[in-house]
């Protein structure tokens, strides 16, 4: 999702959220508006984090509620961050939408890292998992319920990266100047609009992707001495699946062991870890007994 954060002139185009005295757009109106420049702050140092979590309280809450909140940090952020993340998300129950006002009691936070979220999820054990994001890709591996650390990376291999690349790409074919933000629906439908047309960038989507596998690949390989013994590979996040589909499902490493997990399944593993915290049993698709 994306923010933009109006200044005093601005006409909103769709509800706002307010909060200590600044106003913002939230979602698809702001990604139309914003300034697509690409920033690499760590997630609980990006206002927009803070902006969202409050656009999301403000669709499952009552304007005077209480909510517990389960959220995730990079692997690489999780020890330096963590703390002040969670003190910061305590204190975001006093905002505006959409005129309205919401006073919300944040009882209480749980941190975890991003990678978990997939294995809590589907709770299942002895796996592997490639967790691609927009900005990193998280090699993790989970035996007998324990997360192992020394197979467990953070690498600058986003989806980001994958778009940066098609969009240097793109103005060396057509001098079509475009940023990586931009190019999300290219990415899926493998056309970008030229001359009132869809132009088939397949080729480009192709090499792209090709080489953005074999990177994924290399690390695979590099940080998994064991892929070989592992009982499956789980692949995770919404940007991975264009590189699963296209390149890893039917490699001899992953045609039998492997399973796509659709994009919210990092979001369903943070669920099930909130009602099991909060003394619900959640069942097999994440709701509680």
Same mark, same amino acid.
């Given at each position: 999702s994306f923010v933009r954060e109006l200044v005093d002139t601005d006409e909103p185009s769709g509800p706002v959220l307010e909060w200590e005295g600044s106003r913002y757009l939230v979602g698809e109106v702001a990604r139309e508006s914003r300034d697509s420049s690409f920033t690499s702050t760590p997630?609980?140092?990006?206002? =927009?984090?803070?902006?969202?979590?409050?656009? +999301?309280? %403000?669709?499952?809450?009552?304007?005077?509620?209480?909510?517990?909140?389960?959220?995730?940090?990079?692997? !690489?952020?999780?020890? *330096?961050? !963590? =703390?002040?993340?969670?003190?910061?998300?305590?204190?975001?129950?006093?905002?505006?939408?959409?005129?309205?006002?919401?006073?919300?009691?944040?009882? %209480?936070?749980?941190?975890?890292?991003?990678s978990k979220g997939a294995f809590f999820s589907i709770a299942i054990d002895g796996q592997g998992n490639e967790l691609a994001g927009w900005r990193t890709m998280f090699t993790t591996q989970i035996i007998n319920m324990e997360y192992m650390n020394d197979y467990s990376r953070t690498h600058e291999l986003g989806m980001y990266h994958v778009a940066?690349?098609? +969009? /240097?790409?793109?103005?060396?074919?057509?001098? &079509?100047?475009?940023?990586? &933000? /931009?190019? &999300? /629906? +290219? *990415? *899926?439908?493998?056309? *970008?609009?030229?001359y009132g047309t869809d132009e088939d960038?397949?080729?480009l989507l192709d090499a792209v992707f090709s080489e953005a596998a074999e990177k994924v690949l290399e690390a695979i390989g590099r940080e998994w001495p064991n892929l070989s013994r592992l009982d499956g590979v789980l692949f995770a996040g919404g940007s991975v699946q264009a590189l699963y589909e296209r390149y890893? %499902?039917?490699?001899?490493?992953?045609?039998?062991?492997s399973k796509l997990l659709d994009r919210f399944a990092v979001v369903r593993g943070y669920r099930r870890l909130g009602l099991a915290l909060m003394g619900g049993v959640p069942d097999a698709t994440g709701q509680s007994a």
């Amino acid at each position: 999702s994306f923010v933009r954060e109006l200044v005093d002139t601005d006409e909103p185009s769709g509800p706002v959220l307010e909060w200590e005295g600044s106003r913002y757009l939230v979602g698809e109106v702001a990604r139309e508006s914003r300034d697509s420049s690409f920033t690499s702050t760590p997630r609980s140092q990006d206002l =927009d984090t803070y902006v969202l979590l409050q656009y +999301a309280m %403000a669709q499952i809450c009552n304007p005077v509620d209480s909510i517990f909140v389960v959220t995730g940090l990079p692997d !690489k952020e999780y020890p *330096i961050y !963590k =703390d002040e993340f969670k003190r910061r998300i305590s204190k975001l129950g006093q905002f505006f939408w959409n005129g309205i006002e919401y006073n919300l009691h944040v009882e %209480a936070v749980q941190i975890v890292k991003q990678s978990k979220g997939a294995f809590f999820s589907i709770a299942i054990d002895g796996q592997g998992n490639e967790l691609a994001g927009w900005r990193t890709m998280f090699t993790t591996q989970i035996i007998n319920m324990e997360y192992m650390n020394d197979y467990s990376r953070t690498h600058e291999l986003g989806m980001y990266h994958v778009a940066k690349s098609l +969009a /240097q790409k793109i103005y060396e074919k057509y001098q &079509e100047d475009y940023h990586p &933000e /931009q190019l &999300e /629906q +290219a *990415i *899926i439908t493998g056309t *970008i609009p030229l001359y009132g047309t869809d132009e088939d960038i397949s080729d480009l989507l192709d090499a792209v992707f090709s080489e953005a596998a074999e990177k994924v690949l290399e690390a695979i390989g590099r940080e998994w001495p064991n892929l070989s013994r592992l009982d499956g590979v789980l692949f995770a996040g919404g940007s991975v699946q264009a590189l699963y589909e296209r390149y890893f %499902a039917t490699r001899k490493e992953f045609a039998n062991n492997s399973k796509l997990l659709d994009r919210f399944a990092v979001v369903r593993g943070y669920r099930r870890l909130g009602l099991a915290l909060m003394g619900g049993v959640p069942d097999a698709t994440g709701q509680s007994a």
